[in-house]
């Protein structure tokens, strides 16, 4: 009876679907995060009679056919990039990205990442680094002795150093923006990869043309919705549910047919 793999293919679909949700709930504080959704697809058919086939020679037929399904797989996780929330945090190295964009961030194997995370700490050079260590690029190094750090909307960071009385300018952040940056690959620690899905790095400073601007001292949230997280929660755990009462009631039907004398 295909009713059994039919529905099996249902509850393999809504475990893997619960998995989602319960991988965007774990992650409701997690700066920077994007939330994911499963998106799912019909099998392949099985034409019992398919439409359009002649059913006369005056040229009549069939209209609908009868086609029987194989039941439904996963097609894609994708990330949904909607802005998170904004929130303040009163920490100077603290960087929140407004609209379109991702840091960029130096990997220990030279490879380069990608963030919406701009928690940033200073190493013991006093370059702006990851809470993992990893560097921002480009390298931006803060005095020790450099006091009222400001990192304007355009991404020019500054500071007083010393006995000085004027700031100095110590760097300058950029944004990469990509095609389809939902084709980027999550590595975890908050980080992406390019991919040619995402197509190459577009690299601009903050506030031009299609590009996000930088707030100080605060980050971005999640942005992950907790009602919506539920409700959808519930509803795959009932299309479960339905699911395993398919495969209740086939059994049920094959007993039956099997004590037929």
């Excluded at 040229?59 to 086609?67: A, E, K, L, N």
Aim: hydrophobic letters at 40%; glycine letters at 8%.
């Amino acid at each position: 009876m295909k009713a059994l793999h039919i529905a099996a293919t249902g509850m393999m679909a809504q475990e893997l679907n619960v998995e989602v949700i319960s991988n965007n709930i774990a992650n409701m504080r997690t700066t920077g995060f994007k939330r994911q959704r499963a998106d799912f697809q019909d099998l392949l058919y099985t034409d019992m009679r398919r439409m359009g086939t002649s059913t006369s020679e005056a040229g009549t037929m069939v209209p609908t056919g009868v086609q029987i399904g194989s039941g439904v797989r996963t097609a894609a996780t994708p990330r949904i990039m909607s802005q998170g929330n904004v929130l303040p945090t009163q920490k100077s190295l603290d960087v929140a990205i407004r609209g379109e964009g991702f840091f960029r961030i130096a990997m220990p194997d030279g490879r380069t990442a990608y963030t919406r995370d701009g928690s940033f700490e200073r190493d013991s050079e006093g370059r702006m680094v990851t809470v993992d260590g990893y560097l921002l690029d480009p390298t931006i190094a803060i005095p020790e002795n450099a006091r009222d750090i400001a990192i304007s909307a355009t991404g020019t960071v500054q500071a007083t150093v010393g006995n000085a009385t004027a700031p100095q300018v110590l760097g300058q952040l950029d944004l990469a923006r990509f095609v389809n940056k939902a084709g980027l690959e999550a590595i975890g620690d908050n980080l992406f990869l390019e991919t040619e899905a995402s197509g190459a790095a577009l690299v601009a400073s903050p506030g031009e043309e299609g590009y996000g601007n930088l707030l100080q001292a605060h980050l971005e949230m999640a942005n992950v919705n907790a009602v919506t997280e539920i409700s959808d929660l519930i509803a795959a755990q009932r299309a479960y549910e339905m699911n395993s009462r398919v495969i209740r009631a086939a059994d049920e039907m094959l007993s039956s047919t099997a004590q037929i004398r």
